[in-house]
């Protein structure tokens, strides 16, 4: 990894440090962000105008399913100008008052964009509850054909964000936005159709309701997972044990404490371990080897390795219990 550089320093205890770092500075990871910003330019114009349409044809035919649809359309719009922002953010360098750059604002994106859904929730659901008191009457046609046209603009714009949603929940949190919005409208074209074929008006109110559940649901994820990034937890997809049984599988490793394993934003985390190693400093070879092992086998960009002799006057911080081999 391009940026690496390890060094050992005698401290006046007699402990033997070595630091193995990963800065910013290679980006030929195979798991390194994509670049979105089209596939944002296009999915934010393309639903903008369909909010303005769907909003517009809701008032018309008086449908709360499709000012429901609309209002989520219209968070969504802004969930994708924030999830934008946070990506383009996470793209600038490190500077010498943010050392790792600004990757974590694709965290605070992600979970600005579940609380905004949330919102949105509870201004539909309110809406609806009324509206179920006294359905208003609603034109059937309008709103099968408005709605219909949102199935393909959603179904579109959530196609531009697929291949990114599994590495990144800022991704992710644009995909399932639109993947939901897609599904809401065929619920509301029919809710047309039902109410074409029944001439019931508490149909219209009804399916708003389920709208609230289906955003409910696709918002849930999001918002734990982002909270969760936000308080530096170990992301979900490292596996803590398996990153220590690694460490202390290396040759001389005799015990790892001080682990810690943290997201820097949601595509990269960062490491820092303090190795026993009685025989003494391993050389830069070993650093080097161990840190292209952990991004190759858990997409662990940053490490610092801190190397200890272990003659009992081991540093003591917060972190995880050590571990003997």
Same mark, same amino acid.
């Given at each position: 990894?391009? %940026?690496?550089?390890?060094?050992?320093?005698?401290?006046?205890?007699?402990?033997?440090?070595?630091?193995?770092?990963?800065?910013?500075?290679?980006?030929?990871?195979?798991?390194?962000?994509?670049?979105?910003?089209?596939?944002?330019?296009?999915?934010?114009?393309?639903?903008?105008?369909?909010?303005?349409?769907?909003?517009?044809?809701?008032?018309?035919?008086?449908?709360?399913?499709?000012?429901?649809?609309?209002?989520?359309?219209?968070?969504?719009?802004?969930?994708?100008?924030?999830?934008?922002?946070?990506? +383009?953010?996470?793209?600038?360098?490190?500077?010498?008052?943010?050392?790792?750059?600004?990757?974590?604002?694709?965290?605070?994106?992600?979970?600005?964009?579940?609380?905004?859904?949330?919102?949105?929730?509870?201004?539909?659901?309110?809406?609806?509850?009324?509206?179920?008191?006294?359905?208003?009457?609603?034109?059937?046609?309008?709103?099968?054909?408005?709605?219909?046209?949102?199935?393909?603009?959603?179904?579109?714009?959530?196609?531009?964000?697929?291949?990114?949603?599994?590495?990144?929940?800022?991704?992710?949190?644009?995909?399932?936005?639109?993947?939901?919005?897609?599904?809401?409208?065929?619920?509301?074209?029919?809710?047309?159709?039902?109410?074409?074929?029944? %001439?019931?008006?508490?149909?219209?109110?009804?399916?708003?309701?389920?709208?609230?559940?289906?955003?409910?649901?696709?918002?849930?994820?999001?918002?734990? +997972?982002?909270?969760?990034?936000?308080?530096?937890?170990?992301?979900?997809?490292?596996?803590?044990?398996?990153? +220590?049984?690694?460490?202390?599988?290396?040759?001389?490793?005799?015990?790892?404490?001080?682990?810690?394993?943290?997201?820097?934003?949601?595509?990269?985390?960062?490491?820092?371990?303090?190795?026993?190693?009685?025989?003494?400093?391993?050389?830069?070879?070993?650093?080097?080897?161990?840190?292209?092992?952990?991004?190759?086998?858990?997409?662990?960009?940053?490490?610092?390795?801190?190397?200890?002799?272990?003659?009992?006057?081991?540093?003591?911080?917060?972190?995880?219990?050590?571990?003997?081999?």
């Amino acid at each position: 990894m391009s %940026g690496d550089h390890s060094h050992a320093r005698h401290h006046g205890h007699g402990h033997d440090h070595g630091h193995a770092h990963g800065h910013g500075h290679h980006h030929g990871h195979s798991h390194a962000p994509a670049d979105f910003g089209r596939a944002f330019a296009i999915g934010t114009a393309l639903n903008i105008g369909f909010v303005l349409i769907e909003g517009g044809a809701g008032l018309w035919t008086g449908s709360m399913a499709l000012l429901a649809d609309a209002g989520h359309n219209l968070s969504d719009v802004l969930g994708l100008l924030i999830a934008w922002v946070g990506a +383009e953010l996470g793209k600038r360098p490190a500077t010498r008052r943010f050392t790792y750059g600004l990757g974590a604002s694709s965290i605070l994106a992600a979970l600005a964009n579940a609380l905004l859904l949330l919102l949105a929730v509870g201004a539909i659901l309110l809406e609806a509850i009324q509206r179920l008191a006294d359905p208003p009457a609603v034109a059937p046609m309008p709103v099968m054909l408005v709605a219909g046209t949102g199935i393909l603009v959603n179904l579109g714009t959530a196609l531009l964000f697929a291949r990114g949603r599994e590495h990144d929940i800022n991704i992710r949190g644009a995909y399932l936005h639109m993947a939901a919005d897609a599904a809401v409208s065929v619920a509301v074209v029919l809710a047309g159709a039902l109410i074409w074929w029944t %001439g019931l008006r508490w149909i219209d109110p009804a399916i708003s309701l389920l709208v609230v559940l289906v955003i409910l649901v696709g918002t849930w994820g999001l918002l734990r +997972e982002s909270l969760t990034m936000v308080l530096q937890a170990v992301p979900d997809r490292i596996d803590l044990e398996a990153v +220590e049984t690694t460490l202390l599988g290396q040759p001389g490793v005799t015990r790892v404490h001080d682990l810690h394993v943290w997201p820097m934003s949601t595509t990269e985390a960062a490491l820092t371990a303090h190795l026993v190693m009685p025989a003494g400093h391993p050389g830069d070879a070993f650093l080097m080897d161990l840190q292209q092992r952990l991004a190759q086998d858990f997409r662990i960009d940053h490490c610092t390795i801190q190397i200890e002799l272990g003659d009992g006057a081991e540093c003591r911080m917060h972190g995880t219990g050590g571990r003997h081999g």
